[in-house]
Nanobody
């Protein structure tokens, strides 16, 4: 079990920036990767970005490519999501997740069903 605590959400105007943090603790050696997801009411949860446990591989949703950057400070066991040039469509509750080791690790689309989750942090972007 991995415990995750997000922070850094808030309200910002379009074009602004926010940096989300996710402090992790617990059995991190049983994790193959970390991810950020987001969800808005009435919509399915969306995978925003992933990073492998060794930091060598990252993925981004097309909607955030070039604007968001995922990183992981292994010394602090903290996951980050730097969000720049925010758009109204980025408004959502953002969740971090830790994917447990298993065959699903090779496909980030499978991570959500095999992850521990944080409680979420809300991001609101307004014009």
């Amino acid at each position: 079990q991995v415990q995750l605590v997000e922070s850094g959400g808030g309200s910002v105007e379009t074009g602004g920036s926010l940096k989300l943090s996710c402090e992790a603790s617990g059995y991190m050696f049983r994790v193959c990767g970390l991810a950020w997801y987001r969800q808005t009411p009435g919509k399915e949860r969306e995978l925003v970005s992933t990073i492998s446990s060794d930091g060598s591989t990252t993925t981004y949703a097309d909607s955030v490519k070039g604007r968001f950057t995922i990183s992981h400070d292994t010394d602090k066991n903290t996951l980050y999501l730097q969000m720049n040039n925010l758009e109204i469509e980025d408004t959502a509750v953002y969740y971090c997740a830790a994917a447990k080791l298993g065959a699903w690790c090779y496909d980030v689309r499978e991570w959500s069903e095999h992850s521990d989750w944080g409680q979420g942090t809300r991001v609101t972007v307004s014009s």
